[in-house]
Structures are given as structure tokens and as C-alpha cells.
């Protein structure tokens, strides 16, 4: 990954001449991109934007390696021309016990054999750098809420560009965040040590109220969308066609949708091709979006729902643990899953644990709780006969190697600038004491 981002930077891209609008899901809306846009300035219900390029081929650029080989189709203005990659390969131990000779893997993690060089060992790394070089300057800090990878990776990519940021992070995702060296003053930590996701959510929500803060805005930067959005453009490129099923484990949905959207983009480029199905997996108890999903209705209120967060504490992947993700707004996840003839899958504990075993032994690699519960499901619906002998499958592996990268080379555990408990969120001052000492 490439040091500074200003570093071998397309020189047009860093002019700010943007290639891309910004069209309202909803009502249509065009407008340029100033890089921070979050929402539609019009008056109407909360509806996603989304990128419309100047470019409607798909045009891989092959003098950059990684990420930004795709920067046609990404909404940024400076593209270092190397940074990490994910792989996507076509299985066979994995493929063979399962009867699916048709199965791909897109592997987002480390795994140098593999040629993928995520130094997080997870996709959330494409995020990160498209949100950044998405930015149109440095005199904000931006504020990132994690229950873990998407802190690790936020963190070891502002630090390694030294764009100034603070993040917050539940306690239970402070383990994640081991990196190949020690992180850039740049970045402020915050943990909850007690706290999940929707408390660093919160803590996050104050703090980017108070200037020179600015949110990073999750699911509504088309940034991260389209960053995510990679996994399939790299499929594509590999495969030479679209899958019929897409797996992958979600607890916002962020990456699924970003998905369907490049799916959408390739069908244009190629003169119409069938959008793959989204098989959006989720770790029994804790399935707010299988729930919403099979009822027929939006995501619960958590503050009206009982158990939440004991749910939160049971589940063994506990970076799926978002209880607001973008179901029902307009392009969010429901709409996704009702133009792609979607599913909403579970699985438990014991399952996961089996599938993260059975990937390393067929494939050779580990992976996340969280690729072990797409993994899971992937088995149970063949299994189930929801997916056929024929069916064109990828799999999303969305993080993996974090314990080969550690063999690999020594990691540096992150250190906390803050470290609170839940009790000290009902203290009004906290956002601005915080805001304070990293200004």
C-alpha cells in the first residue's frame, strides 16, 4: 500500500476535475460532488444517492495494481497507484464437497500465494481508501463508528496517508486492531470497553457535530459503496460473466447493495446481463435483517425490542452486530433484495465454527467469523436445494489471513487514546472533552 496518497496520484484526478454526478435514488436528482455530499438536499423521505460516471464501459486500468485499477467507476479524486487487493479465484476443495463446480471465491484478506495483499485482512480496506480519495482536502477529522474491521481498517489507511481521524470502537473490536506497524499520531482511538456497536454509533453521531469533525457517513457515502463495490468488478474481470447467486454475510448490508449497483453498472457495459441473486447471510440469534426480511415489514426499533443486546452478546460473529442497518430506505437493503430475487439466510454458532475449519482445511487459508457464516449458509442452501449443481456461485470471503499475516510479520496492537465504559456516554460534556484533546 502506498505511503502518502498524494503519491503517484493521477495528475487530472488531483486537478478535482470529477468524472462522476451524484443522482438521487429517489427523485433523480443531479448534482456535481463536492466529496462530502451525504443526502439529497430535496424534500422528500431518506433515499441513498448513487454515482453516475462519465465512463459507461468498463475499462480497467491497468497501470495501477489493486483497488484503483477500477477508478473510472470510483468517485475519487486521487488514486495512489498501488494499495492492497483482494483475489477471486475459481475453487475446487470447497467446490468439490459442496457439488458446486461452478463456485468462485472473491478471498478479501491476506494471502500472498493467493496474490491478495489486504493488510487488515478484510474488504473494509476498500472502503477506506475510496472514502479518502474520495475527500477534497485535509482540514477535517473524520469520524468512523466500528465494531471493529471497519475501524482496523479506517485506522491503518489514515495512518498510512496521514489523514487526520478519530475513531470509535466497542471493546470487543479492539482485538482487531493489530497492524503491520504502529499507527500515525493522525489517528484518535476511542474505545467503549463495554459497549457495542450502536454505543460507538452514538458516541461517533456527537462528535462529528462539533467542528472540524465530519462524519464518514457509512451506508450514505457512495464512497464506501462504491469501494466495496470492487469485489464484483474484480469478478467480473476474472470470471467474464455475472454469478446467477452472490453470498455474502452482511450486518448493515453496505457491501450487498454496493454489489447490485456494480452489477447494474456491468450489465450496461455489456448490453444486459441478469443481476446475481444477493444471498445476504446472518449469525442466528442476532438476524434483524432475515427477521424484517421474512416479515414482510422494517427493522425493529432495538430500543422496542427486547434482547438485542444480549442477541448481540451470543453471536460469534460479532462484527455482523448492527441493529439499524439500511433496510428500509429507499435503495437500501430491501430494494436490493427485491430486484435481485434475493434471500436473507441464518446460521448458528456451531455451524460457523465448522465452516470457518472446513474453509482452511479445503481451501488452505483462515477467515473471519464472518466469511464463516456466508460459508455456512452457502452449504446449508445447497443443502437445501435453494442453490443448484448449475448455479454460477461467488462467494464472498470478506476477511481473511489475519493469523497467516501474523506469522508473516510481528503486529502492533493498537493503542486506545480513550478508553470509557457505557455508564460514561450519559455524560453530556464527553463529546465536546473528547473533541477538545484531539483538536
Avoid at 479506517?154 to 498510512?160: E, I, K, L, N, P
Amino acid at each position: 500500500m502506498a505511503g502518502n496518497g498524494r503519491r503517484g496520484t493521477d495528475a487530472k484526478a488531483a486537478a478535482g476535475d470529477r468524472h462522476y454526478v451524484l443522482v438521487c435514488s429517489l427523485c433523480g436528482d443531479r448534482r456535481p460532488d463536492d466529496g462530502l455530499i451525504l443526502d439529497c438536499p430535496r424534500d422528500h423521505p431518506p433515499a441513498l444517492l448513487r454515482t453516475e460516471y462519465a465512463n459507461p464501459r468498463f475499462t480497467p486500468d491497468q497501470a495501477y495494481d489493486g483497488l484503483f485499477r477500477y477508478r473510472e467507476w470510483l468517485p475519487v479524486v486521487r488514486a495512489p497507484r498501488s494499495t492492497g487487493r483482494g483475489v477471486v479465484y475459481r475453487s475446487r476443495g470447497l467446490a468439490a464437497a459442496l457439488g458446486l463446480p461452478r463456485l468462485w471465491i472473491a478471498f478479501n484478506g491476506y494471502w500472498p500465494e493467493r496474490g491478495a495483499s489486504l493488510e487488515t485482512g478484510t474488504f473494509k480496506e476498500f472502503e477506506a481508501l475510496t472514502v479518502l480519495g474520495r475527500l477534497p482536502g485535509r482540514e477535517h477529522v473524520l469520524t468512523v463508528a466500528s465494531s471493529g474491521n471497519t475501524a482496523a481498517a479506517f485506522a491503518w489507511v489514515c495512518s498510512r496517508q496521514r489523514v487526520p481521524c478519530l475513531i470509535v470502537v466497542s471493546g470487543k473490536g479492539l482485538g482487531r486492531l493489530r497492524f503491520p506497524g504502529t499507527l500515525d499520531p493522525c489517528v484518535t482511538l476511542v474505545v467503549i470497553d463495554d459497549g457495542d456497536y450502536p454505543d460507538a454509533i452514538a458516541l461517533a453521531s456527537s462528535i462529528s457535530r462539533l467542528p472540524p469533525f465530519r462524519a464518514e457517513g457509512g451506508v450514505k457515502n457512495v464512497g464506501r459503496r462504491d469501494g466495496l463495490a470492487a469485489v464484483l468488478l474484480t469478478a467480473y474481470e476474472e470470471m467474464r460473466c455475472l454469478p446467477s447467486h452472490y453470498f455474502q454475510a452482511v450486518g448493515s448490508g453496505t457491501g450487498a447493495i454496493a454489489v447490485l449497483e456494480a452489477a447494474r453498472r456491468i450489465g450496461v457495459a455489456a448490453g444486459g446481463l441478469r443481476l446475481p441473486r444477493l444471498m445476504l447471510c446472518q449469525n442466528l440469534p442476532f438476524t434483524p435483517i432475515h427477521d424484517a426480511w421474512r416479515m414482510g415489514e422494517t427493522v425493529r426499533d432495538p430500543e422496542l425490542t427486547d434482547g438485542f443486546r444480549e442477541s448481540i452478546a451470543k453471536v460469534h460473529a460479532d462484527e455482523l452486530t448492527n441493529w439499524a442497518p439500511p433496510y428500509g430506505i429507499r435503495a437500501g437493503v430491501r430494494d436490493a433484495l427485491r430486484d435481485s430475487d434475493g434471500d436473507v439466510l441464518v446460521a448458528d454458532n456451531a455451524s460457523v465454527v465448522v465452516a470457518r475449519n472446513m474453509f482452511r482445511e479445503l481451501e488452505g487459508i483462515d477467515i473471519e467469523p464472518a466469511a464463516g457464516v456466508a460459508v455456512a449458509c452457502l452449504r446449508d442452501a445447497v443443502a437445501q436445494g435453494k442453490v443448484g449443481r448449475d448455479a454460477v456461485v461467488l462467494l464472498n470471503i470478506t476477511g481473511g489471513g489475519r493469523r497467516r499475516l501474523a506469522t508473516d510479520r510481528p503486529l502492533v496492537a493498537a493503542r486506545p487514546h480513550w478508553r470509557l465504559t457505557k455508564d460514561a456516554l450519559a455524560d453530556d460534556g464527553l463529546a465536546q472533552r473528547i473533541a477538545e484533546r484531539r483538536t
